[in-house]
């Protein structure tokens, strides 16, 4: 159990279906992160958002669409997805705020995406 | 000068072996090296973690050396057990950030 819990594990879907990925920390965590893990290639920040602000957005397309409701909770709505967005996608928070030096980032395990 | 070079992409070492992964990085201003370990269906644990005001860290049978002049870390394995046997990613990052720099990940397999 590490703290960070994603749901679904898996999910199969067409290039025209909406979807959305979720996660929920029970660290007490203020930042959490949404990455892709793609077959050899380095883990690719996506979002980041801190006390609920978003404070990064990697370049990603608009057909990947995060929420964050509250410090424990976050979600990557899915829309019009191409092939090439099947990976795995891995949410991690960790303590975070303004000054504040690195801290740990825990993953959680990930929900694996395949686009028809 | 934002990549963290891994290698090897792939080790096999025998039981007991001491597998040893490398990392490389440009950027001067990162102060902050995690090592994380992967193992199959599972999302990436947090191993160990060091600061470049120590040249060596260790937690149990896993060490992390530092050469902060070279620019480089190491992850040392010591007594390596087939339970060891995941993928393992070294990254980067700088204080006051949120961003992790990983490296491309290296396939550890200890036989028994």
């Known amino acids: 159990e590490t703290g960070v819990t994603q749901t679904p594990r898996h999910l199969v879907m067409g290039m025209t279906n909406k979807k959305s990925l979720k996660c929920e920390q029970h660290?007490?965590?203020?930042?959490m992160y949404w990455y892709k893990q793609s077959a050899k290639k380095p883990l690719e920040l996506m979002f980041v958002y801190n006390f609920k602000e978003q404070t990064e957005n990697n370049s990603v397309p608009s057909r990947f669409s995060p929420e964050c409701p509250n410090s424990s909770h976050l979600f990557l709505h899915l829309h019009t997805l191409q092939p090439e967005d099947s990976a795995l996608y891995l949410c991690?928070?960790?303590?975070?705020?303004?000054?504040?030096?690195?801290?740990?980032?825990?993953f959680g395990d990930g929900t694996r995406l395949s686009i028809l | 000068q934002q990549q963290v070079k891994q290698s090897p992409q792939s080790l096999i070492v025998q039981k007991g072996g001491i597998p040893i992964i490398n990392c490389a990085y440009e950027?001067?201003?990162?102060?902050?090296f995690p090592w994380y370990q992967q193992f199959p269906g599972k999302g990436p644990a947090l191993l160990i973690a060091?600061?470049?005001?120590?040249s060596e860290k260790k937690e149990g049978r896993f060490t992390i050396s530092f050469n902060k002049s070279a620019k480089q870390f190491s992850l040392h394995i010591m007594d390596s057990q087939p339970g060891d046997s995941a993928t393992y990613f070294c990254?980067?990052?700088?204080?006051?950030?949120?961003?992790?720099?990983f490296g491309t990940g290296t396939r550890l397999k200890v036989l028994a």
């Open positions: 990254a980067a990052s700088t204080s006051g950030t949120y961003k992790y720099i």
């Open positions: 991690a928070s960790s303590q975070a705020g303004t000054g504040v030096g690195n801290q740990p980032q825990h």
């Open positions: 660290l007490g965590h203020n930042a």
């Open positions: 060091i600061r470049p005001d120590v």
């Open positions: 950027n001067t201003a990162f102060d902050y």
